[in-house]
């Protein structure tokens, strides 16, 4: 299997090349030069496979250069019971992202898939844990070290710290926002006392954090040398990671190939929805994909009207469901590269025209981009928008019908996919944190806190390890190089 870029770039490398990398060298992402296929018989033996198993088969369709015992050895170890143990008291954990029926009502069912047991209570510990196996795997190989330094406001660096933490080859250096995070996402992050974890305060907020990290990117020289690496979510392999779960979802809902079902997403960065997409495009019966945005509803535009407007930043607001807060969707171009049937000559005009005028319009008006907007019933996608008082009502509508306690993320899939829930197509919402993570919410719209899951209850008195640095570019290339010794 050969990956291409969106923007046509002519290298077709393979699995192991792109893993450790981030976007192709003209600036697109990476895809399979065509998405394998699943046939019926294989989805019927599939049924039968632990989740583990389930895993390994389809990384085996993507990572073709590795060899399949390993990749059996690296899901096993992944895709454990004792890694994704956070679940609720009433679930099984060696299902790993277990099922639960919410409601049954005229032919219509909608359904709840836990995504958030791992590590850090949040979907991100699906792909991310993988690949901190697979990171360690391949550096092993070929000797190699590897630092990754990143950004985070909240759940990608924890989940990515999470993931890196012991292993051989790889440091993590992780700037955060000095004082800015929650006490619960900052005591999760802080408290990992493993030697190649590195957490840093900036006395700034996240944008300070995001230009330092864009500054050392742009220093060719020092990246290379410090061998820096970066774990976002155009990752190719986290995306592969999360196309399991659908499948699980999919095997788990149903008996038989015949049956259809769709799943709702809440979405920011379209990496986990995208994953729903490639499932889909893999033959998996999936009938819809709907895009669930909060207050920051770039997507839910686009599906509405084919026009995609990226956000400024002084546009982008600061919900309650803040993974979501984003100003751009930066897996969106994959899901362009098919719809526009892989034309890469047109999607790195478009993708251009995102810099230069901040969006594209593919609504086929006159004066627009193009029609494409047309065939996005063909790929199944819809959408729907929350805001901040459908998502505390939607969080009390579930404690009360459901007696369960939801995220403010989930909160806006379940009032999405209400809108779109029809006989016969069971309705899965991907649930994508819990919500002990985001417990302010929760009080407000429950007057209570959040459960926490065992072993979570004192995280904030635990003894926190950080270094804390002003936002300057010169003092953190000093601390890296010296810590690295590169
Ligand atoms: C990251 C995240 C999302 C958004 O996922 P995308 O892949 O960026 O679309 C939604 N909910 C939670 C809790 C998240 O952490």
């Known amino acids: 299997m050969r990956y291409q870029s969106t923007r046509g770039h002519p290298s077709a490398p393979g699995f192991s090349d792109i893993l450790l990398g981030g976007l192709a060298p003209d600036g697109g992402l990476y895809l399979p030069e065509r998405y394998p296929q699943v046939s019926g018989e294989e989805l019927n033996a599939w049924r039968k496979l632990s989740y583990a198993a389930l895993a390994a088969e389809i990384l085996k369709k993507f990572a073709t250069d590795i060899p399949p015992a390993d990749i059996d050895a690296l899901a096993a170890k992944t895709y454990t019971p004792q890694v994704y143990c956070n679940g609720r008291s009433d679930e099984d954990p060696t299902q790993i992202t277990p099922l ?15 995504l958030s047991n791992g590590p850090t209570l949040a979907f ?38 999470y993931a890196m933490r012991g292993k051989q080859g790889i440091r993590v250096f992780m700037l955060s926002p000095h004082l800015k995070m929650s006490a619960f996402q900052t005591a999760q992050m802080f408290s990992l006392q493993d030697p190649n974890i590195f957490n840093i305060a900036v006395e700034g907020v996240f944008d300070d954090c995001q230009d330092m990290v864009k500054a050392v990117s742009n220093d060719l020289e020092f990246k290379a040398r410090q061998k820096i690496g970066t774990v976002n979510s155009i990752n190719w392999a986290r995306v592969v990671a999360q196309v399991v779960y659908y499948f699980r979802g999919y095997l788990a809902a149903t008996s038989d190939n015949q049956q259809q079902v769709s799943f709702t997403v809440p979405s920011g960065n379209f990496g986990n929805i995208c994953a729903g997409h490639i499932a889909r495009m893999m033959g998996l019966p999936i009938q819809k994909l709907i895009v669930a945005t909060n207050e920051n509803d770039v997507l839910h535009e686009f599906f509405q009207t084919g026009i995609y407007r990226v956000r400024k930043s002084a546009e982008t607001l600061h919900t309650s469901s803040p993974s979501m807060d984003i100003s751009k969707a930066s897996n969106f171009e994959r899901f362009v590269f098919d719809l526009l049937g892989g034309d890469s000559a047109r999607v790195a005009a478009l993708f251009k025209k995102v810099e230069t005028h901040g969006g594209f319009d593919l609504s086929g008006a006159p004066g627009s981009d193009g029609d494409e907007f047309a065939r996005v019933n063909e790929f199944g996608f819809a959408s729907g928008k929350s805001t901040h008082v459908d998502r505390l009502n939607t969080i009390r509508d579930a404690d009360t019908r459901y007696q369960l306690t939801i995220d403010t993320h989930t909160a806006d899939g379940v009032k999405v996919a209400r809108e779109h ?31 926490r899951p065992a072993g979570f209850e004192n995280i904030e008195l635990l003894p926190q390890r950080f270094d804390v640095m002003a936002p300057d570019v010169a003092e953190i290339k000093r601390y890296i190089a010296q810590h690295t010794g590169l």
């Open 124 to 161: 991100k510990d699906m792909a991310m844990q993988l690949l901190g196996n697979l990171f360690e795997y391949t550096l092993q190989r070929q000797s190699g070290e590897l630092n990754i330094f990143g950004a985070t406001s909240g759940d990608t660096g924890s989940a990515a710290e």
């Open 100 to 114: 639960r029926l919410l409601e049954e009502k005229s032919g219509r069912r909608l359904l709840l898939q836990s």
């Open 421 to 451: 829930w029809v006989p016969e197509v069971p309705m899965i919402v991907l649930e994508t944190a819990l919500p002990a993570k985001f417990n302010e919410t929760i009080r407000e719209a429950l007057g209570r806190d959040a459960e």
